[in-house]
């Protein structure tokens, strides 16, 4: 049995649709709208209730968990709390205020104190973490290049623990992914200037757990992208969640974009 850690975004559905009739599993829904509340086998909890995520996950023998899905950073002064979590927060809260990887990696850390193992998040889904290669029709070109350099270069300069996984690279000017996400950076870029030039580079931190929160892209991502006025994406080898493959492909080859996996 394997416990389903399930945040926001479509990655967990998809990890949903591909085990939920050939696996056993219990899932720990932390969405906000309660979206796998139909499943027998799901549980609402609230991020603070360690001790209820813990109780449940072993009720079920679940000795192995998967996180999947973004999880938003609560406001501390108002979640519930259980003893457990009330026992682990003081930690918690120190390791948030470092970023999203310090605040995960404690959360993983809790769960091997209480003899839970946590998996990578593509151990079902292996098709969607792509190799090196470029995935398109369409090649970066000299200025691309050099557009790629710059935001791989800006990425590496960021705090090694936050939350920035993208970048925005267009003629020598670089806008950095908050922690809204890749689609409110593609908006804001999309309003400043609409013409042909840039990339999207999206690739993990150093410091990242390659087990959880790795950056995913899919169909939408190029759709947002295209608007923004972008020629490509890039994404890392082997550490990268790509959702609508297919999909993706055609809507780049049709709209003469790239997808380059690094």
């Known amino acids: 049995m394997i416990g389903l850690i399930f945040g926001e975004t479509d990655f967990p559905k998809?990890?949903?649709?591909?085990?939920?009739?050939?696996k056993k599993y219990t899932i720990i829904d932390l969405t906000n709208k309660n979206f796998f509340k139909k499943d027998k086998n799901s549980h609402k909890v609230s991020i603070g209730q360690f001790g209820k995520i813990i109780s449940i996950l072993k009720e079920n023998n679940c000795n192995k968990v998967?996180?999947?899905?973004?999880?938003?950073?609560?406001?501390?002064?108002?979640?519930?709390?259980?003893?457990?979590?009330?026992?682990?927060?003081?930690?918690v809260i120190e390791k948030s205020k470092l970023g999203d990887v310090a605040l995960l990696k404690e959360i993983i850390y809790i769960l091997k104190k209480e003899g839970i193992k946590t998996v990578s998040s593509t151990q079902f889904?292996?098709?969607?973490n792509l190799s090196r290669g470029n995935y398109s029709k369409h090649k970066p070109d000299k200025e691309d290049k050099k557009d790629i350099k710059n935001a791989l270069?800006?990425?590496?300069?960021?705090?090694?623990?936050?939350?920035v996984q993208g970048a925005i690279s267009r003629e020598n000017i670089i806008f950095l992914e908050k922690e809204e996400g890749t689609q409110k950076l593609l908006n804001k870029f999309k309003k400043i200037k609409n013409v042909s030039k840039g990339v999207l580079v999206k690739f993990p931190k150093k410091e990242q757990d390659p087990r959880i929160d790795l950056p995913t892209v899919g169909l939408n991502t190029l759709r947002q992208s295209k608007a923004a006025g972008l020629k490509g994406i890039v994404l890392k080898h082997k550490r990268n969640i790509f959702l609508d493959k297919k999909r993706s492909i055609d809507f780049a080859n049709k709209n003469k974009m790239f997808i380059l996996i690094k």
């Open 153 to 163: 270069k800006a990425l590496n300069k960021s705090d090694q623990y936050n939350h």
């Open 125 to 128: 889904t292996p098709e969607l």
């Open 14 to 22: 998809y990890i949903y649709k591909k085990i939920r009739n050939k």
């Open 66 to 91: 998967l996180f999947a899905g973004k999880v938003q950073k609560p406001n501390f002064l108002k979640i519930k709390l259980d003893l457990k979590g009330l026992y682990y927060i003081p930690k």
